[in-house]
């Protein structure tokens, strides 16, 4: 039988790396959300972020929690631009145009990231990277957090609430959810949709970017690393309900919750087995994502 | 008398094939002017075109004297043209207040907005009710009042409204064209498009009839409720 301590362990990482998946989701997310693109490049932003912060880091000197920001911004822009270079003109294009752009410009970004930064596996040190806390220790018993997993999961809880935050406050995340519900009513009460399509995109990408980023200290960056969280990003915004923002962030808790739980009873590389099975149950039997709600 | 919104030759399409043929309407401030025709004569169409909906004009389209022809669709509404879409077009994920406030997106001003809810909880109290709901969780009826209280909302100086009673139970018609000339009333240039062309003809001050993208019949509204041509096409008696 596992123990209490165990459980609560198991329990503890599912939710440090949950908190990741379920920022990373939220741009994915986002993007859906808004413009109604699947984006299949979009964790390459993950990637593009996890190297801004190790250049910040390696030539500025700056702890990849603080370059997570700067990874943001750069993501941001370099979102927005791509929009209107790209997603834009195919915005009312056949899906399998869009199907065709967005897996192109995957590979796109994964081959630019081998001939910039080349194949190397980058990574930093930090101080706080091999210390962690030890909780409720008794005897031989305690539960441990790494201090680069807490710092992470906290940076993702509030760049995750900040989102939240500005969608619901603020006159342009308002606008922005109009655009997302019925981009024609929205254009009539004066809202510039394409604007809103090139903040969310930029806004997207800039939130997984830096979801790449505050990983760093116990990730190692590389151009593939994209390829790692693309189906798990998917799987929890499918799981959560395409679209929604609240949803990418429960998907992406019971992702990292799934898989850390799933490593109790099977074997590590199989921890995705859980996970893919639940996913395509959820697919036959509630496709519209477990948070959903109807409307009439 | 000058017009309000003065529309001349204005021709229209989608992309292919011309949907409105050379156009010529106005309509004067505070009047309230219903377009009637068939299912396909291009009423949506036209009101599209007045709202820089419809991708491609030849014409031109002035609102109280500006050209607004070329505008793109989310210029229009700080003019004071507030445009109530057929089938309603609610935000389905949110509430109704939220819904409200997104009317007055245009007006950006905080003060007005609040000004503006009470007003549209005066006209349609049923709102009050459901303000904290979420939108499309409404009766059809409950969204054309959303529908028309987020118009209001921007303060317009002309009302817009496409098939207001399109699928609503008779009493709920009824009770939405109360509103609406209460709203008239108020000083509100209403542009309505309506197939229950009884109702329409009976709110109106003037209406034109629109068959096959063209005008075929203007005048005011109580003599076209008399012309026989209307009667037998449009009224079945």
Same mark, same amino acid.
């Given at each position: ?13 599912? #939710? ?11 741009? #994915? ?37 603080? +370059? ?7 993501? $941001? ?14 915005? /009312? ?18 081959? /630019? ?76 009460? %004066? ?9 969310? $995109? ?8 830096? =979801? ?13 690393? =994209? ?11 499918? #799981?959560? +309900?395409? =679209? ?5 962030? !429960?998907?992406?808790?019971? !992702? ?19 996970? *893919? ?20 | 008398m000058t017009a309000l919104l003065e529309i001349a030759g204005l021709? %229209? ?7 409105l043929h050379d156009i010529d309407l106005q309509v004067g401030a505070r009047e309230f002017l219903a377009v009637i025709g068939a299912?396909?004569a291009g009423k949506s169409?036209l009101l599209?075109?007045i ?10 389209i002035a609102f109280d ?16 043209i ?13 509430? !109704? ?9 245009? #007006? ?12 549209? $909880?005066?006209? *349609? ?25 987020? +118009?209001?909302?921007?303060?317009p100086r002309l009302l817009i409204l496409d098939e207001p009673s399109? %699928? ?5 018609v009824e009770?939405m064209h109360d509103r609406l000339l209460e709203i008239h009333a108020e000083g509100v240039a209403i542009l309505l498009v309506e197939q229950n062309v009884g109702l329409a003809l009976d709110c109106a001050d003037r209406a034109y009839v629109l068959a096959s993208g063209r005008i075929e019949l203007q005048g005011p509204a109580d003599e076209l409720a008399r012309d026989d041509r209307i009667r037998q096409a449009y009224l079945g008696i």
């Open positions: 039988m596992q123990t209490i301590y165990t459980l609560t362990q198991t329990l503890v990482d599912g #939710l440090l790396i949950g908190g990741i998946y379920a920022v990373i989701s939220i741009g #994915l997310s986002l993007v859906f959300g808004v413009m109604h693109i699947v984006n299949f490049a979009h964790a390459e932003f993950l990637m593009i972020g996890m190297f801004v912060a190790w250049y910040a880091w390696a030539w500025l000197g700056l702890d990849p929690m603080l +370059g997570a920001f700067l990874a943001l911004g750069v993501t $941001f822009l370099l979102g927005m631009g791509m929009q209107r270079v790209l997603i834009k003109p195919i915005l /009312a294009a056949p899906q399998v145009a869009q199907i065709f752009l967005t897996v192109g410009l995957l590979f796109a970004l994964e081959n /630019a990231a081998l001939l910039l930064f080349g194949a190397d596996y980058r990574s930093v040190s930090t101080p706080y990277q091999t210390e962690a806390l030890s909780l409720f220790a008794s005897g031989g018993e305690r539960i441990i957090v790494p201090y680069a997993k807490l710092f992470a999961f906290l940076m993702a809880l509030g760049l995750g609430a900040s989102v939240w935050l500005f969608l619901q406050r603020t006159r342009t995340g308002q606008a922005m959810r109009a655009t997302a519900q019925d981009a024609t009513a929205a254009r009539l009460m %004066g809202i510039d949709t394409d604007r809103m399509y090139m903040l969310a $995109f930029g806004l997207g990408t800039g939130t997984t970017a830096f =979801g790449g980023a505050v990983i760093l200290p116990y990730i190692t960056a590389s151009p593939t690393v =994209g390829s790692q969280y693309v189906v798990l990003m998917f799987t929890a915004v499918v #799981l959560g +309900g395409l =679209g929604s923002v609240a949803g990418a962030v !429960v998907g992406g808790l019971l !992702v990292g919750l799934i898989q850390s739980f799933s490593a109790l009873v099977l074997p590590i590389q199989l921890q995705n087995l859980i996970l *893919f099975v639940i996913f395509i149950a959820v697919l036959a039997l509630k496709p519209e994502g477990i948070l959903s709600r109807r409307t009439g | 021709s %229209g399409s989608y992309g292919q094939g011309e949907v299912n396909t169409t599209r075109a709202s820089g909906l419809l991708p491609q004009v030849t014409g031109r004297g500006t050209d607004i022809t070329a505008l793109p669709a989310n210029r229009i509404p700080a003019l004071g507030a445009h109530v879409p057929e089938g309603r077009h609610v935000f389905p994920m949110m509430s !109704v207040e939220e819904n409200l406030r997104m009317g007055a997106y245009a #007006l950006d001003d905080r003060r007005r907005a609040d000004r503006g809810i009470e007003r549209v $909880f005066g006209l *349609f109290p049923r709102l009050k009710e459901r303000r904290r709901q979420l939108a499309g969780t409404l009766s059809g009826g409950e969204q054309q009042m959303v529908a028309v209280g987020r +118009g209001m909302m921007l303060e399109l %699928g609503l139970a008779p009493m709920v009770e």
